[in-house]
């Protein structure tokens, strides 16, 4: 009888280690990330928008402790407006620095919750980059729409759900590369 009991013990067991799948986070981690921004903000509010390309960014991060992981980003847009017989285009590059935090064990553990840690990573991001902007336009038009450099501080709050070990989706809310909002792919090396 106690061989059996053992015997069922170490099938559960086994069976266990062989379906258990990995967290969606652990410090380790390298991810890939690439998503486009949605909403805009601080540019051409009126007038006709066309020739639009779409804000996309990419990122790659690494998990340098059991709760956080650091990596680069970069991100490009391209709009182009006609307003009152004026036209006007601007390009955007984006380069920076992402810190994550990555909260759902802390959060399992305060609040007593039963997050899946398999499937969901709740995030808080800092985002530190430049934003290039370049102006081309008619030129009594350019004002204070110039080229420009700008240096921003971004802080993002993000959700991603895996699919499986290596493929996930996220969105990140907050002031990232080009929006308020951001919505990707993340694939886990």
């Known amino acids: 009888m106690k061989a059996k ?3 069922t013990f170490a099938c ?30 601080g540019y051409g509010f009126t007038g006709n928008r ?19 992981s650091v990596g680069p980003y970069v991100g ?14 601007w390009n955007f590059t984006s380069v920076g620095a992402r810190a994550t935090y990555h909260a759902v064990p802390l959060i399992n553990e305060a609040l007593g919750a039963s997050i899946s840690e398999e499937k969901l990573d709740l995030y808080g991001t800092l985002l530190v980059g430049l934003e290039f902007r370049t102006f081309s336009g008619d ?8 080229n420009s450099t700008n240096f921003f ?6 959700v991603k759900y895996k699919f499986n070990e290596t493929v996930g989706v996220y969105f990140e809310g907050g002031r990232g590369a080009f929006g308020f909002g951001t919505l990707g792919v993340s694939i886990n090396l």
Do not use: R
Request: with cysteine.
């Open 5 to 7: 009991l053992l015997l």
């Open 12 to 41: 559960c067991l086994m069976m266990q280690c062989v379906f258990a799948q990995k967290k969606a986070y652990e410090q380790g981690d390298l991810f890939i990330h690439a998503g486009t921004s949605l909403g805009y903000y």
């Open 50 to 68: 066309s020739g639009a390309f779409i804000p996309v960014t990419a990122s790659i991060e690494k998990g340098i402790h059991e709760s956080i």
């Open 76 to 89: 490009y847009a391209s709009w182009k407006y006609s307003n009152y017989g004026y036209d006007y285009k």
């Open 139 to 146: 030129e009594d038009f350019q004002g204070s729409y110039a």
């Open 153 to 158: 501080i971004g802080p993002v709050l993000g």
